[in-house]
């Protein structure tokens, strides 16, 4: 089973940017993706990736976050956070195969991203 080993999260100040990796033990051509979960709230889809392909966002971060993947080895993801917000306060996660906007596949530990105002 693949493994997964997100980094990148840290305190920043509102408007700053911020940018998450996700490692994979393994390449893949599934779909990659990326999700976060604020404190007492549902696990919400954020991005997703297609190997050598188009990627698509939910309406909440699309021009704000871009998401892009390298799979000259191992697979790696990563996410691109733009002009931050509190509200984007949350542990972000990535997860190795995405259908629609749901993670199917394995999950990492998480990135733990705080957004000061």
């Known amino acids: 089973q693949v493994q997964l080993a997100e980094s990148g999260g840290e305190l920043v100040q509102a408007g700053k940017s911020l940018r998450l990796n996700c490692v994979l033990s393994?390449?893949?051509?599934?779909?990659m993706g990326w999700f976060r979960q604020a404190p007492g709230q549902e696990r919400e889809f954020l991005a997703a990736?297609?190997?050598?392909?188009?990627?698509?966002y939910a309406d909440s971060v699309k021009g704000r976050f871009t998401i892009s993947r390298d799979d000259a080895e191992n697979t790696t993801v990563y996410l691109q956070m733009d002009n931050l917000e509190p509200e984007d306060t949350a542990v972000y996660y990535c997860?190795?195969?995405?259908?629609?906007?749901?993670?199917?596949?394995?999950w990492g530990q998480g990135t733990q991203v705080t957004v000061s105002s």
């Open positions: 997860n190795s195969d995405v259908r629609g906007k749901t993670g199917r596949g394995s």
């Open positions: 393994k390449p893949t051509t599934h779909i």
């Open positions: 990736i297609v190997a050598h392909g188009p990627a698509y």
